[in-house]
Every structure is written in structure tokens, then in C-alpha cells.
């Protein structure tokens, strides 16, 4: 391994030999169709690789049918992946990176009560109380998903890959036979470390014949972050005995298992941790195994901190994963200098991880353009093409400050008023609560972006009829949703004011979740923070419905033990002095909560179109037009921003990106 430098010097990494030494790790995107890589799969990784990575990681191939679970996740298990994934090695070599493939089997992930087959497991233990109950494996079955991986191996070794990574971790098949929490076998693949560890030896065993010549990373997740399963110690003996007998040319060491508890919520850590949370364990491998080059993940939200890694010694790669979702030059950028504004991840997990717990393509609330590429570099060429127009954005937030500036850069002369005296609408007040204070972020971005863009910005300034008839070309609606008055009858505090004074909430605060966002257990975690009870009610069977599972469990888990409780299915019905009478939805019997001091209603907000009848040729965008999230907000405003010209070409390119998935 060379010795740590610049992140941008050439690197020797075993066998492997890089540009430099970012890394853009394997990460699932549901852009698959039959199994293989798309052409949606070329343009984001052609972006990314254009971008100055050193080395990209395909996102896991699924080595074997037990493994798919659903249709739009690539796979390896037959000779047809060949075709498709030499066009990925083919795109990727052209812009200078390197591609690895990785491989795995997801092992009892792959059932849902919608697969029809069943999934295979190490032991019949399912990885959440309401997933599928894995099969327990035999021998027999054992042996052939093994043959499967080095089958797979030979695949991308015959489409041209510069590396396979071999993915032990993440509490897929190999971990979950390595982990005590999810392996209760008797026989030789069960009961001590060594016997546990069978099944991945056997996996890299069998690789490792299969294709002797081509590197190897082999990934691991070096603490499970789970009782009575794997820590720190019991995964540095358990690599230790893999190094031994295995040519492992990088190490990659991420972290969690995929169960239903707050480790699967660190596997892609959202802005309600802090960066770089997990870098004790690359290091602790480093330490370990310093002739072996260590690539570290999770969380590095920027180069800057990629460097910290690199300097202190605590890896000798460094993987980005969303950062490149949100930012595909991020490399190029930091190499060339280039000090023109960023848009860079905040973590807040909607457009990536939210939508592929969905099943749906990834997106990025900072990005809209990730994952449609093609489409959004021919709508950008077919603005350029029309008339410059005179354009008025009327709102400040995301998704008035993402039509303003896409706009401007399409030529036209813009000018944004905010009715407030700083930018930023509804996500300005998210970023008030510690947990979504990364929103912050993005507006601060989004703002620098604009105001470079030569948009004329200007706050206190409310669009009154006079300024509507300034002879505009066109004028974009993004005045926001309004906050829902709450119901009578209760001591209601409006959900601002609860924000911004929580000491103005009285001592047991109860929270009225209808929403289903993380506003309610962001607003928990301020008012316990200031000392206040609180007590979270909601109509639906579960909490926080819309928080996608890689973020939900950590939340929840920062709640726990504060005083903090919730009350499912039931709906406030009215006070009875200082109770709040609540009742069971099926049943309509009454449930009191005691001493209640307040009452804050989360609720979604309306839609507040008003404006867009006094406006000569407007478009209404983001909760102006339907109240949703930041994610469609910024669609909503760039799109709005690169078709205000309604030429024939724009209309022709704006066409396919309009009700996509």
C-alpha cells in the first residue's frame, strides 16, 4: 500500500492500481430491467466516473434466484448479466475510473410475503417480527449458493471488471451464518467463531479459484451494533482468519446488520448523526492489518473529511456513496479547484434510501437529476435553445430556489422575492430541530447557487399586485403550503411556535402525529431535550409510517428512556380538564392522558395556490401546488425552472421526465 498522501495521487491498493483514491461504493438503485444494467445504469455511472472517481463499485449482483426478492435488482445468476455489464466496464474504463463488481446474496432479505418462493437463511430466523420466515439451509443448499458465487466471479471476470468484492456484511447470507444473533445451527456451519465463519470461507475459497487473477475486496461489517451478536473483537479474529488464508487485496469495512433495530438504521446513517460516526472501526482495522489496504465508508459527507481518514491513518480508501449521488463531480471539483457553489448530501435519507425501501428507483432531494441523467442533459440543451425571458420566482424555498436558479442558467433574467427576511421556506424552519439540521445546509447552498447564478434576490418583499404586473414573461408560484389551524377545544400549540419556544409548551406535551414524517419524533427529541414529557399520538398502528427504516429505528432509539412515550391508534377526542380523552378507533371505548399541559397537532400542510390566479402565465411548484417533501419540491422546481420557455423542444424534452418513477 503506498504511503497516505493526496487524496488525487495515483494508488496501488494489492493488485488493484487506482486514479486515486475515492471510491464510490456499491449502493443498491432499482434502476435494473431483466436482471441487468440499464441504460439509466450507463448514464449515472458515466457521470460519476466523468466525475474523477478512482474506483466504482457496482451495486450488489444477486449470485443466485434465491437472492432477487423483486425485479429490478441486477443479477449475476446466469450468462446473460454479460452483455449489459460490459457496457457498464466499457462506459466507466472510458472516463478514466476502474469498476469493480460486487457479488453477494442477501440470504433471508430476499422473502416477502410477496416472493412465492421462500427465502434461504442460516438458521429459521426472520430479520424482522413481520418479515418471511427464512428457510433454514441444508448442506446440499449450502453448497450450491457457493457454487453460485464463483459461477458469478466467472461473469464479470468474462465482462471485463477490474475487481470482485465479495460482500460479507450488511447481515446478508455470509453474516448472517458468521453472527450468533441470527445463527443457531448444531451442525458444522454452526456454534463456534470458526464453524460460523465456514460459509464465508467456503464463498471466498470458491471465488478465489474461480478467478485467481482478478483483485479482491471483501467487505465486511466490522460491528453488528446488535446484542449477543458480532462487536469489534470477535471481527477482527474472524478477518484475521480470513487474511490468513485469502489473497484479500482491500479491505472494506462499513458496519450494522439488517435487522428490524436501530444497526440497520446505522448502515446508512442519516443527519440525526453526526459525520463520521463509525470511524473507529476502519481504524481499529488498520491497526490490525497494516500491510493491508483499508477502505472506510459511511458517513464521510465530504472530502474533507475522506482526508481526515487518510491522514490519520485510519484507512487508505475512502468511500462516498450518497455524496456522489447528490454531487457526481464532487472529485473533479475538489481536483480542479473549482470554488463555484456546491450542492453536497445532507443526509437526509428521502430520495435514496426512503425510495429503495419503496422498491422505486433512487433520487436526491439535493440532486433531482440523479437517476435521469439523459433526460435532464436534453431538457438543459433544449432550454438554452428558446427565448430569454424576464421570469419572476415568487417563494424562497426549496422549491422556489430551485426554479430560480435553473432559470438563470438557462439564460433567462430572474428575480426571487421572499416574503421573509431570509430564504428558505418551510425547510428553513425544518433545520430548527436538531435532527433535521442539515436542511440548513441545503438552503445555505441553494442560496449561494442562486446568487451566483446572477438571480436577483430580494427578501422582505411581498409579490402585491403591482409587482405581479411588471410585464413578467412568466411567473413561478413556490409561496409554500399554510399550516392547518388545529381543532377547538384543546390547549393547541401551533407547531412553529412549539419549535421555535419550546419552554412555551408546559411541562407534558402531548404531540398529535398526522403526518407520519420525522417532524414529530424531531420535535420529541427538542421539547425532551428543554426537560418536557411527551407523549406522541397518532390514529395509524405504527409510528413515523413515513420514515423509511433506515432512519427510523436510530430516531426512535434517541427518544428512548427520556420520558418519551406514544399511544398508537387512538384519536384525540377532547379535554376533561387537564386529560386529553382520547379513542380506540374500533372499538370507540375512551383512553385518558393524564396531566397535559399542551396539545401540538402535526399535520400536513395545505396548499396555498392563491396567488397563481393574480399572475398573468405562472406555474404553481412544491406545496403551493400539493403539499409533499423537500424531494418533490426541488423536482417540481427545476423542472419548472427549465420550462418556462414553452418552446417545442423544451415540451418535447420536458415530456420524459413527467410522472417517472
Known amino acids: 500500500m503506498n504511503t497516505p498522501g493526496d487524496l488525487h495521487q495515483r494508488v496501488r491498493a494489492g493488485r488493484l492500481e487506482l486514479r486515486n483514491r475515492i471510491v464510490m461504493p456499491a449502493h443498491t438503485t432499482n434502476f435494473a430491467v431483466d436482471g441487468g444494467f440499464s441504460p439509466r445504469h450507463l448514464a449515472y455511472h458515466r457521470a460519476r466516473a466523468a466525475g474523477g472517481v478512482g474506483l466504482i463499485i457496482t451495486e450488489g449482483m444477486r449470485v443466485h434466484a434465491t437472492s432477487l426478492g423483486r425485479t429490478n435488482t441486477v443479477s449475476a445468476a446466469d450468462d446473460r448479466i454479460v452483455a449489459s455489464l460490459s457496457e457498464l466496464v466499457a462506459t466507466v474504463h472510458a472516463e478514466g475510473a476502474k469498476l469493480a463488481a460486487q457479488l453477494l446474496h442477501v440470504g433471508r432479505q430476499a422473502g416477502s410475503h410477496l416472493v412465492l418462493t421462500a427465502p434461504w437463511g442460516a438458521s429459521p430466523i426472520p430479520w424482522s417480527p413481520t418479515a418471511a420466515m427464512p428457510h433454514q439451509m441444508t448442506t446440499g443448499e449450502i453448497a450450491e449458493v457457493v457454487a453460485a458465487f464463483a459461477a458469478a466471479a466467472r461473469r464479470v471476470e468474462e465482462a471485463g471488471v477490474d475487481a470482485v468484492e465479495v460482500h460479507l456484511g450488511h447481515g446478508h447470507l455470509p453474516q448472517q451464518f458468521l453472527s450468533p444473533a441470527s445463527n443457531h445451527r448444531t451442525d458444522g456451519y454452526g456454534g463456534s467463531l470458526t464453524n460460523r465463519l465456514r460459509f464465508a470461507r467456503e464463498v471466498l475459497d470458491a471465488v478465489v479459484a474461480a478467478v485467481p487473477e482478478l483483485p479482491l475486496i471483501v467487505r465486511i461489517s466490522g460491528d453488528e451494533f446488535l446484542p449477543g451478536g458480532l462487536d469489534l473483537?470477535?471481527?477482527?479474529?474472524?478477518?484475521?482468519?480470513?487474511?490468513?488464508?485469502?489473497?484479500?487485496?482491500?479491505?472494506?469495512?462499513?458496519?450494522?446488520?439488517?435487522?428490524?433495530?436501530?444497526?440497520?438504521?446505522?448502515?446508512?446513517?442519516?443527519?440525526?448523526?453526526?459525520?463520521?460516526?463509525?470511524?473507529?472501526?476502519?481504524?481499529a482495522f488498520k491497526k490490525e492489518f497494516p500491510d493491508l489496504a483499508v477502505l472506510a465508508v459511511c458517513r464521510v459527507d465530504d472530502l474533507d473529511n475522506a482526508r481526515q481518514l487518510v491522514a490519520d491513518g485510519s484507512a487508505d480508501l475512502v468511500a462516498l456513496a450518497r455524496p456522489h449521488i447528490a454531487a457526481p463531480d464532487l472529485v473533479a471539483r475538489d481536483r480542479d479547484g473549482d470554488v463555484t457553489p456546491v450542492r453536497?448530501?445532507?443526509?437526509?435519507?428521502?430520495?435514496?434510501?426512503?425510495?429503495?425501501?419503496?422498491?422505486?428507483?433512487?433520487?436526491?432531494?439535493?440532486?433531482?437529476?440523479?437517476?435521469?441523467?439523459?433526460?435532464?442533459?436534453?431538457l438543459r440543451a433544449a432550454a438554452r435553445t428558446g427565448p430569454n425571458l424576464r421570469v419572476l420566482v415568487v417563494g424562497g424555498g426549496p422549491s422556489g430556489l430551485e426554479a430560480a436558479g435553473a432559470a438563470a442558467s438557462s439564460g433567462h433574467e430572474v428575480t426571487l422575492v421572499e416574503a421573509e427576511p431570509e430564504l428558505g421556506g418551510a425547510l428553513r424552519f425544518a433545520a430548527l430541530l436538531p435532527?433535521?439540521?442539515?436542511?440548513?445546509?441545503?438552503?445555505?447552498?441553494?442560496?449561494?447557487?442562486?446568487?451566483?447564478?446572477?438571480?436577483?434576490?430580494?427578501?422582505?418583499?411581498?409579490?402585491?399586485?403591482?409587482?405581479?404586473?411588471?410585464?413578467?414573461?412568466?411567473?413561478?408560484?413556490?409561496?409554500?403550503?399554510?399550516?392547518?389551524?388545529?381543532?377547538?377545544?384543546?390547549?393547541?400549540?401551533?407547531?412553529?411556535?412549539?419549535?421555535?419556544?419550546?419552554?412555551?409548551?408546559?411541562?407534558?406535551?402531548?404531540?398529535?402525529?398526522?403526518?407520519?414524517?420525522?417532524?414529530?419524533?424531531?420535535?420529541?427529541?427538542?421539547?425532551?431535550?428543554?426537560?418536557?414529557?411527551?407523549?406522541?399520538?397518532?390514529?395509524?398502528?405504527?409510528?413515523?409510517?413515513?420514515?423509511?427504516?433506515?432512519?427510523?429505528?436510530?430516531?426512535?432509539?434517541?427518544?428512548?428512556?427520556?420520558?418519551?412515550?406514544?399511544?398508537?391508534?387512538?384519536?384525540?377526542?377532547?379535554?376533561?380538564g387537564a386529560d386529553l380523552v382520547c379513542t380506540d378507533p374500533l372499538s370507540w371505548q375512551e383512553q385518558r392522558i393524564g396531566g397535559v399541559d399542551s396539545v401540538v397537532f402535526v399535520r400536513p400542510p395545505l396548499a396555498c395556490p392563491d396567488?397563481?390566479?393574480?399572475?398573468?402565465?405562472?406555474?404553481?411548484?412544491?406545496?403551493?401546488?400539493?403539499?409533499?417533501?423537500?424531494?418533490?419540491?426541488?423536482?417540481?422546481?427545476?423542472?419548472?425552472?427549465l420550462t418556462v420557455a414553452r418552446t417545442a423542444a423544451v415540451r418535447a424534452a420536458e415530456a420524459p421526465l413527467r410522472g417517472q418513477l
Open 233 to 283: 473483537d470477535q471481527m477482527l479474529s474472524a478477518t484475521e482468519l480470513l487474511v490468513a488464508d485469502h489473497p484479500i487485496d482491500v479491505l472494506h469495512v462499513s458496519h450494522s446488520a439488517y435487522v428490524a433495530t436501530a444497526s440497520v438504521a446505522t448502515q446508512m446513517a442519516d443527519m440525526s448523526f453526526p459525520p463520521l460516526p463509525f470511524r473507529h472501526l476502519p481504524s
Open 344 to 378: 453536497e448530501c445532507i443526509a437526509c435519507n428521502q430520495g435514496c434510501a426512503g425510495r429503495l425501501e419503496l422498491g422505486l428507483p433512487i433520487s436526491c432531494v439535493v440532486n433531482p437529476e440523479a437517476g435521469f441523467e439523459r433526460e435532464w442533459a436534453a
Open 435 to 576: 435532527m433535521r439540521a442539515r436542511f440548513g445546509q441545503m438552503i445555505d447552498q441553494l442560496a449561494r447557487t442562486v446568487r451566483h447564478a446572477g438571480v436577483d434576490v430580494r427578501l422582505d418583499t411581498t409579490a402585491d399586485a403591482a409587482l405581479l404586473a411588471d410585464g413578467w414573461d412568466h411567473v413561478v408560484v413556490a409561496t409554500g403550503g399554510r399550516d392547518p389551524a388545529p381543532p377547538a377545544g384543546f390547549p393547541a400549540i401551533p407547531l412553529r411556535q412549539a419549535v421555535s419556544d419550546p419552554g412555551a409548551t408546559g411541562g407534558h406535551v402531548v404531540l398529535v402525529d398526522e403526518d407520519g414524517t420525522t417532524t414529530a419524533l424531531a420535535l420529541a427529541d427538542l421539547l425532551l431535550t428543554h426537560g418536557r414529557r411527551v407523549t406522541l399520538v397518532t390514529d395509524r398502528a405504527a409510528l413515523s409510517w413515513r420514515v423509511p427504516v433506515y432512519s427510523r429505528p436510530a430516531l426512535l432509539e434517541r427518544l428512548r428512556g427520556r420520558g418519551f412515550s406514544a399511544v398508537l391508534m387512538r384519536t384525540p377526542a377532547r379535554m376533561a
Open 611 to 641: 396567488l397563481a390566479r393574480h399572475a398573468a402565465d405562472g406555474t404553481v411548484v412544491g406545496d403551493a401546488y400539493t403539499p409533499r417533501t423537500a424531494l418533490e419540491a426541488a423536482f417540481d422546481g427545476r423542472l419548472a425552472g
